[in-house]
């Protein structure tokens, strides 16, 4: 009985394209058709075919066809069972007659399902790795549930691929199982197991698309988006970890602008550096460029043996040249991403917020702090609404990054800061309009010190 194979010389006819979207993407799919020729029924054909009669989907690719009376020029359509693993149509015309046998060729095979199985664990796995991290060590309910999200997402296009990757599953011929190295083992912090851990899941998301296009295009395509959303949850988890880190102990932060001449201001910053200020932001919209970038040199030179962080309101392009510590961003000024193209990846980027929302997007956009408020009634800007201590308390028990209180804050209104679980202030008047900054200052590091032992979600390292 003769075979009907595709035609080696004569690549498949593409009938139709049609485009499918999944979220942004739109993805072209081909309708393609094989040209057969007849094989006589040898070992040498069924070798061309590429079947692999031991996997247990041969039997979808393989259909005898006996139809009596079958009229040649008019070839009636073949239908095969339906199967996620063909990566061609599942219904070909194809010419047929008495006796003959439609021999399909299966491009995917028991090997590259056992791929897809291992790299969908391997994901799932680290992904889990990650949400506990998230949950339990930087306790951050938004990227956890993030995080969270990815791994259903995963399960459930893994699931469009059909169950068959459980049965092709054979752990003791794996020979990876005892392929290691030293590095495999070594991990210095939480931290780097959340990292490494995410690192895998992002290795496994492209092996799931590379593989997965012979079974199921249109779901190999999501794997893609998958991964890039591993992406933004890494850079997230990075700024979180620099900026608990690098602003573990600051607690005090002050708002100060070019005062009233080049040398008052430098004898003013110095009495702040002299007292142990954590941190100094440069803000002034009355200077012009020249000046506000020489005031902001001095600043950069009085901040430099210190261990007060010098940040710049604003502009990415002033603290850049300065040498800045960072760039604090307001919602109307450039987004995260877009100052780190001018900062680079090292420098501390914060963000005012002012709503839980705008909080909760800080984290996504990868900033490294925020400023919340305005609490109270301020000096140097005015607001129309103040979201109060109600989004102190919000952002406390929510939000992970750290977070400075800010707007109106002298040191009597200090306590009922503190008590919303916020234990970071950003001050601006009380302290730089001050005829006596020092005193000030040793003021609100009185009140705030015992703090430093605070659990909230804003001060976990």
Same mark, same amino acid.
């Given at each position: 009985?003769?075979?009907?194979?595709?035609?080696?010389?004569?690549?498949?006819?593409?009938?139709?394209?049609?485009?499918?979207?999944?979220?942004?993407?739109?993805?072209?799919?081909?309708?393609?058709?094989?040209?057969?020729?007849?094989?006589?029924?040898?070992?040498?054909?069924?070798?061309?075919?590429?079947?692999?009669?031991?996997?247990?989907? =041969?039997?979808? /690719?393989? +259909?005898? %066809?006996?139809?009596?009376?079958?009229?040649?020029?008019?070839?009636? @359509?073949? $239908? *095969?069972?339906?199967?996620?693993?063909?990566?061609?149509?599942?219904?070909?015309?194809?010419?047929?007659?008495?006796?003959?046998?439609?021999?399909?060729?299966?491009?995917?095979?028991?090997?590259?399902?056992?791929?897809?199985?291992?790299?969908?664990?391997?994901?799932?796995?680290?992904?889990?790795?990650?949400?506990?991290?998230?949950?339990?060590?930087?306790?951050?309910?938004?990227?956890?549930?993030?995080?969270?999200?990815?791994?259903?997402?995963?399960?459930?296009?893994?699931?469009?691929?059909?169950?068959?990757?459980?049965? =092709?599953?054979? /752990?003791? +011929?794996? %020979?990876?199982?005892?392929?290691?190295?030293?590095?495999?083992?070594? @991990?210095? $912090? *939480?931290?780097?197991?959340?990292?490494?851990?995410?690192?895998?899941?992002?290795?496994?998301?492209?092996?799931?698309?590379?593989?997965?296009?012979?079974?199921?295009?249109?779901?190999?395509?999501?794997?893609?988006?998958?991964?890039?959303?591993?992406?933004?949850?890494?850079?997230?988890?990075?700024?979180?970890?620099?900026?608990?880190?690098?602003?573990?102990?600051?607690?005090?932060?002050?708002?100060?602008?070019?005062?009233?001449?080049?040398?008052?201001?430098?004898?003013?910053?110095?009495?702040?550096?002299?007292?142990?200020?954590?941190?100094?932001?440069? +803000?002034?919209?009355?200077?012009?460029?020249?000046?506000?970038?020489?005031?902001?040199?001095?600043?950069?030179?009085?901040?430099?043996?210190?261990?007060?962080?010098?940040?710049?309101?604003?502009?990415?392009?002033?603290?850049?040249?300065?040498?800045?510590?960072?760039?604090?961003?307001?919602?109307?000024?450039?987004?995260?991403?877009?100052?780190?193209?001018?900062?680079?990846?090292?420098?501390?980027?914060?963000?005012?917020?002012?709503?839980?929302?705008?909080?909760?997007?800080?984290?996504?956009?990868?900033?490294?702090?925020?400023?919340?408020?305005?609490?109270?009634?301020?000096?140097?800007?005015?607001?129309?609404?103040?979201?109060?201590?109600?989004?102190?308390?919000?952002?406390?028990?929510?939000?992970?990054?750290?977070?400075?209180?800010?707007?109106?804050?002298?040191?009597?209104?200090?306590?009922?800061?503190?008590?919303?679980?916020?234990?970071?202030?950003?001050?601006?008047?009380?302290?730089?309009?001050?005829?006596?900054?020092?005193?000030?200052?040793?003021?609100?590091?009185?009140?705030?010190?015992?703090?430093?032992?605070?659990?909230?979600?804003?001060?976990?390292?």
């Amino acid at each position: 009985m003769p075979l009907l194979l595709p035609d080696p010389n004569r690549p498949p006819e593409i009938v139709s394209t049609t485009n499918r979207s999944i979220g942004n993407l739109s993805i072209p799919v081909q309708q393609k058709r094989d040209t057969y020729v007849e094989f006589p029924p040898t070992e040498e054909a069924k070798r061309l075919s590429g079947v692999q009669l031991p996997f247990p989907l =041969a039997s979808a /690719t393989l +259909r005898s %066809v006996a139809s009596k009376g079958a009229d040649w020029r008019k070839p009636p @359509r073949i $239908s *095969l069972a339906p199967s996620p693993f063909l990566a061609r149509p599942t219904n070909l015309d194809v010419p047929h007659r008495d006796n003959w046998t439609v021999f399909m060729t299966a491009s995917f095979s028991q090997n590259a399902m056992r791929i897809i199985d291992v790299n969908a664990n391997r994901a799932a796995e680290g992904l889990r790795v990650v949400e506990e991290y998230l949950r339990f060590v930087s306790q951050n309910p938004g990227l956890a549930q993030h995080c969270k999200q990815i791994r259903h997402d995963l399960a459930a296009k893994i699931a469009q691929l059909g169950p068959q990757r459980v049965s =092709a599953r054979d /752990t003791s +011929r794996d %020979v990876g199982r005892a392929l290691t190295t030293e590095k495999e083992f070594e @991990r210095g $912090s *939480l931290h780097d197991v959340a990292i490494a851990s995410l690192n895998r899941v992002q290795q496994a998301m492209r092996c799931l698309e590379e593989y997965g296009k012979l079974a199921n295009p249109i779901v190999a395509a999501s794997f893609e988006g998958l991964r890039y959303q591993s992406y933004e949850l890494e850079s997230a988890i990075r700024a979180l970890q620099v900026g608990t880190s690098v602003l573990k102990d600051a607690k005090l932060y002050v708002l100060i602008d070019g005062a009233d001449g080049a040398l008052n201001f430098e004898k003013r910053v110095r009495q702040l550096v002299d007292s142990r200020v954590d941190m100094l932001q440069l +803000r002034d919209k009355q200077l012009d460029d020249r000046q506000l970038l020489q005031r902001a040199h001095a600043l950069r030179k009085a901040t430099a043996d210190s261990t007060t962080l010098m940040i710049v309101n604003d502009r990415p392009d002033i603290a850049c040249l300065s040498g800045a510590d960072g760039v604090h961003l307001g919602q109307d000024d450039m987004q995260v991403h877009e100052a780190r193209q001018i900062m680079g990846t090292e420098p501390l980027i914060g963000v005012s917020t002012h709503s839980l929302t705008e909080a909760q997007q800080a984290v996504s956009d990868s900033a490294n702090y925020i400023g919340v408020g305005p609490t109270f009634p301020s000096q140097t800007k005015q607001f129309a609404d103040f979201p109060g201590l109600a989004l102190l308390k919000q952002i406390s028990d929510q939000v992970a990054l750290p977070a400075f209180a800010i707007g109106g804050i002298g040191w009597p209104e200090t306590e009922s800061v503190l008590n919303t679980g916020i234990h970071r202030v950003a001050v601006g008047a009380a302290i730089w309009n001050s005829p006596q900054p020092a005193e000030q200052v040793a003021r609100f590091r009185q009140q705030l010190t015992p703090a430093v032992t605070s659990t909230s979600y804003g001060d976990t390292p």
